[in-house]
């Protein structure tokens, strides 16, 4: 039996459950494990788990699932939310995107392995599934159906209203990677206007954040219905952080052969840290723009070997765990306000306006950068 697993999130991978599902899992057929979310991928590098789940693709996990249908007998999803209620609902957003959700048995395990934990088959033909592996977890099995969606999301004309669950209040709100506001109840909403976020209702609007989601000047919509939103940390600290060697960094694919280059490429990521798994391939160093971004993607890249130099003004929002920082980095602390400000003119004046560029070395890139931070430096620390 072919058997793709969709794992979610690092909390299930730093638990141990994906490691002890995958082993359960692999007695009964061939199972085919990939990971979404990019602290997810995290999780995996620190597991040592990346030749058993796939870290490579960029997909969302309904599509993830999308491809599992095509190619599987059985399609597990695996998630261990803030509580039962956040990953049931999350599960009901996922299977609410599938086109063939009713073509291949589809069943949700969430949380494993604590109290409130249970499998939830999300098809009639998933529920035999659903029973053998709740009986082999000990754990209960949950009726639910996407209908439970429609609590969640309520549209009108242009204007949507996404409800979040499981939010406690002080906790930061995350669209697509970025802060956008902090929780100030239990009951926390996200409206849009036209693709524009124009209030949180049960929270408090940040405003930066908000121009950042969307661009700034660019006003750049997002389709709330399918953005990736998130309250509270990024990740617990319940982990070992992991950098791999050369051979497993060659083995993880398509990594670019820097043999015969000249100089060394460099990278920027602009408030993107969620996607820098598939923006730094083939790169020796990152530039990263603010503070969470740089806090995040040092993070991740710490994994990969790859220094940063991070333009950072003080302004974090505390979302990130503890942060590993590779040897051979360097983070300039400019003024209050600012890092977004000379992010742009490290974009235009070293970048060009490309996301990647070569140089003829690292204390050139430096120079440049410092160059254009100017007299906005407070200091400059060296790792």
Sequence with gaps: ????????????????????????????????SMIAGTMG???????????????????????CIEECINTDDVIYLLNHGKNLETGIAFAGM???????????????????????????????????????????????????????KEILLESEGERVVRHLTGVQPGEKILVNGIVVGSATSFEVSIITENGYITQIKGGTLKEHGVEKLHNYEHLVPIDLKSAWVKSGRLRSDNFKARTLKTCELNALANKENRINRRGIRAVIVDHAAEKVFDIVPGADIAVTVGDDTTILAADILYRLGIPIIGITDGDSDGVSHRTHIFPGSTILRLIPDSDDVIGRKILANVFMNKKNMNFASLDELKAMIIQQANDAIKYIKEY
Excluded at 4 to 29: F, M, N, Y
Excluded at 105 to 119: F, K, M, Q, T, Y
Excluded at 125 to 143: P, R
Aim: net charge negative; charged share 25%; glycine share 6%.
């Design 94 to 148: 996922v299977i609410s995107h599938l086109k063939r959700k009713d073509e291949k048995p589809i069943v949700h395990i969430e949380r494993p392995g604590s109290p409130d934990g249970a499998v939830i088959p999300w098809n009639e033909l998933a529920q035999k599934y659903a029973n053998t592996i709740a009986n082999e977890l000990g754990l209960s099995i949950i009726l639910a159906s996407e209908q439970e």
């Design 41 to 63: 991928k995290t999780a995996v590098i620190d597991a040592h788990l990346e030749n058993t789940i796939d870290i490579n693709r960029n997909l969302k996990p309904s599509d």
């Design 1 to 32: 039996m072919e058997i793709g697993l969709v794992i979610h999130g690092p909390e299930i991978v730093d638990s141990g459950q994906a490691k002890k599902i995958i082993e359960i899992l692999s007695t009964k057929g061939t199972v085919t």
